[in-house]
C-alpha cells in the first residue's frame, strides 16, 4: 500500500513538474515580441482599425487564462485598457473549444464616438456580415462569456463627459443578459446603481438615482422589419430632476414620472441617437434657474437671469434621439401660472413659448404676456414675439405699466396686424 502512495505521488509530482514546464514556455512562446506583433496584427486587420498590444501572458492553474495588458484601439478618438483577461472552461478546452467562462476589463477609457468609429471600420472591412445586423441578440453564433466583469471602466459620451463604471453582468445561454449591477463611482452620474434581473423574456430594474428611485420593467420585441428591440415602463420617484441635466440646473426640484421608452438595437452603435421615450411628470418644489418670468412679465419679456420658483410643474416630455419637446406645461405657485411647449435639439437649443399669467396681488391687477422661449438649456432666454412686442408699445402708450401687459396679450391675439 505504502509502495502504492509513493508511486502515485511520485506521478502527481512528474505531472505537476510538466504541467509547469508546459506553462512556463507556452508563456514565454505567447510573451515574445514576435507573437505580440503578429496577435497585434491579425486583431487590427479583423476589427479594422489598428490594435497594439503591450504584453501577452497564459497561466493553467488554478484556472486556465489568457490576459493582455496595455491595449490601444487607435481608432479616433482612441480606446485604452490596462488589461483584459479572458478565462476559458476547462471542459469545453479539453475537447478543443474555446468558451469564456469570465472576461474581465479593468481600467479601460471607452469614448463612445470610439465605439461608433470601431462599428463602421469593422462593418467596412467586413461588408459581408451586414446581414448580421438585422439579427436579434439571441439569433447570433458567438459564443459570449458566462461572465462579464468591468473595473473602474471609463464611459466618455460625446460632449466628453466621463463615468468610471463598476459592472458585473451574468449572461445566459442564448446570449442575453441574466443578472447585471451597475455602479457609478466617479464623474456626472456618481452615486448611481443599477440593478437588472432576467425572468423569462422580461428584466426587471430596481436603480438609485438623484437621491431616489426608478423601477421597472424592459422586454425584447421586434418590429415589422425584424429588427430587434428593447421596450419598457419605468416609474420614477423622489429623484432630484437636476440629476438629469447635469451639470447644468436650469431646473431643480423632486421629480415624480412613468416612462415608456423603445430603444432599436439593429444598429448599437447608435442606439443614442434613435431610443425614443415618452414621460408624464410633476416636478413639486421647482425652481426655474436662469429666468424669473414674474419679472418677464413686468418688463414685456426683456428680463434675464433670475429664478422662478413653482409649487408644481407638470407635463409631458417626449424625446427622439438627443432631441426632446415638453409639452402640455402647467407651472402654478402663488404668484403665477403658466402653460406652454418647449423643444429642445440635440445641441440643446430651445425653442418655444410660454404664456404666463400673474396674480393681482403681484402686478395690482391681473396679468398675462406671451413669452418665446430661447437660449440654450444652460442659459435659457425669453423675450416677446413681434407681434406682441408691437402690442406692448402701444399698450404702454395707452396705459404705462398696466397697459404694457395688458397691450402685449392683445398683440399677440392680433400678429396679423404686425406680422408673425
Same mark, same amino acid.
Given at each position: 500500500m505504502n509502495r502504492a502512495l509513493k508511486w502515485l505521488f511520485i506521478v502527481?509530482?512528474?505531472l505537476a513538474v510538466l504541467a509547469g514546464a508546459i506553462a512556463f514556455a507556452l508563456n514565454a512562446w505567447v510573451g515574445s515580441d514576435d507573437f505580440r506583433v503578429r496577435v497585434g496584427r491579425e486583431i487590427s486587420a479583423a476589427v479594422g482599425v489598428p490594435v497594439e498590444l503591450g504584453a501577452l501572458s497564459v497561466s493553467v492553474w488554478p484556472l486556465p487564462a489568457v490576459a493582455v495588458e496595455r491595449v490601444q484601439v487607435r481608432s479616433t478618438p482612441p480606446l485604452s485598457f490596462e488589461r483584459i483577461e479572458a478565462r476559458p472552461q476547462w471542459a469545453p478546452l479539453l475537447q478543443k473549444k474555446i468558451e469564456?467562462?469570465?472576461?474581465?476589463? /479593468? *481600467?479601460?477609457?471607452?469614448?463612445?464616438?470610439a465605439i461608433a468609429a470601431v462599428g463602421a471600420a469593422f462593418r467596412k472591412a467586413h461588408p459581408e456580415d451586414k446581414a448580421q445586423k438585422n439579427k436579434a441578440p439571441s439569433d447570433t453564433a458567438v459564443s459570449l462569456p458566462e461572465r462579464i466583469v468591468l473595473d473602474k471602466v471609463t464611459w466618455v459620451d460625446t460632449k466628453g463627459q466621463r463615468n468610471v463604471i463598476d459592472a458585473t453582468a451574468h449572461i445566459d445561454s442564448d446570449g442575453l443578459p441574466g443578472l447585471v449591477d451597475i455602479g457609478v463611482a466617479d464623474g456626472r452620474w456618481k452615486g448611481v446603481q443599477v440593478k437588472l434581473q432576467r425572468s423569462a *423574456?422580461?428584466?426587471t430594474l430596481n436603480g438609485a438615482i438623484g437621491g431616489g428611485t426608478i423601477k421597472g420593467h424592459f422586454q425584447t420585441a421586434k418590429n415589422a422589419k425584424g429588427d430587434p428591440l428593447l421596450e419598457g415602463e419605468f416609474d420614477t420617484a423622489g429623484v432630484e430632476v437636476s440629476t438629469f441635466t447635469a451639470p447644468? /440646473?436650469?431646473?431643480?426640484?423632486?421629480l415624480e414620472a412613468h416612462t415608456s421608452v423603445q430603444v432599436n438595437l439593429r444598429d448599437l452603435a447608435a442606439v443614442a441617437d434613435v431610443a425614443q421615450s415618452q414621460t408624464k411628470f410633476t416636478v413639486r418644489n421647482a425652481v426655474l434657474h436662469g429666468i424669473d418670468l414674474a419679472q418677464a412679465v413686468k418688463t414685456v419679456g426683456m428680463n434675464r437671469g433670475g429664478e422662478t420658483h413653482m409649487d408644481t410643474l407638470a407635463g409631458q416630455l417626449a424625446t427622439h434621439g438627443r432631441g426632446a419637446d415638453l409639452q402640455n406645461l402647467v407651472a402654478?405657485?402663488?404668484?403665477?401660472?403658466?402653460?406652454? *411647449?418647449v423643444a429642445m435639439n440635440r445641441d440643446k437649443h430651445l425653442s418655444g413659448s410660454v404664456n404666463v399669467n400673474l396674480a393681482q396681488k403681484v402686478a395690482g391687477t391681473a396679468l398675462g404676456v406671451p413669452l418665446e422661449v430661447g437660449g440654450t438649456l444652460d442659459a435659457p432666454s425669453v423675450t416677446l414675439s413681434r407681434s406682441a412686442l408691437a402690442g406692448a408699445a402701444i399698450g404702454t402708450l395707452i396705459a404705462p405699466g398696466i397697459g404694457t401687459g395688458v397691450g402685449a396679450k392683445l398683440g399677440e391675439s392680433l400678429k396679423g396686424l404686425f406680422g408673425k
Open positions: 502527481v509530482v512528474a469564456i467562462s469570465t472576461l474581465y476589463v /479593468r *481600467n479601460a477609457v471607452v469614448p463612445q464616438e *423574456n422580461q428584466w447644468s /440646473r436650469t431646473l431643480t426640484g423632486t402654478s405657485s402663488g404668484a403665477l401660472s403658466a402653460t406652454g *411647449n
